[in-house]
Nanobody, 115 residues
Framework: QVQLVESGGGLVQAGGSLRLSCAASRGIASLDTVGWHRQPPGKQRELVAYITNGGNTNYADSVKGRFTISRDSAKNSVYLQMNSLKPEDTAVYYC?????????WGQGTQVTVSS
């Protein structure tokens, strides 16, 4: 079992930046993938970005060029740097880790972008 805890959400104006953190209870480098999903108000949860244990990254088209996912294995953490934020980025952001057939979710952190 791995616990994931997100932090760094908040209220920001359009065009601003936020950095989300996902801290794992243990061995984040041992997870197959660690990523960020988000759930906008009234919508389904969607993939934002993920990083594999080999360091490969993948992004949703809507965030390419604006968001960057990174990992610090020494700190058991994954980060999501979000720049040029838009009101449509408003959502609860969740950290998700996978290990084999197991999937771990954090509790989420709210990001609100005002216009």
């Amino acid at each position: 079992q791995v616990q994931l805890v997100e932090s760094g959400g908040g209220l920001v104006q359009a065009g601003g930046s936020l950095r989300l953190s996902c801290a794992a209870s243990r061995g984040i480098a041992s997870l197959d993938t660690v990523g960020w999903h988000r759930q906008p108000p009234g919508k389904q949860r969607e993939l934002v970005a993920y990083i594999t244990n080999g360091g490969n990254t993948n992004y949703a088209d809507s965030v390419k060029g604006r968001f960057t996912i990174s990992r610090d294995s020494a700190k058991n953490s994954v980060y999501l740097q979000m720049n040029s934020l838009k009101p449509e980025d408003t959502a609860v952001y969740y950290c998700r880790g996978t290990w084999g057939r197991y999937v771990f979710w954090g509790q989420g952190t709210q990001v609100t972008v005002s216009s």
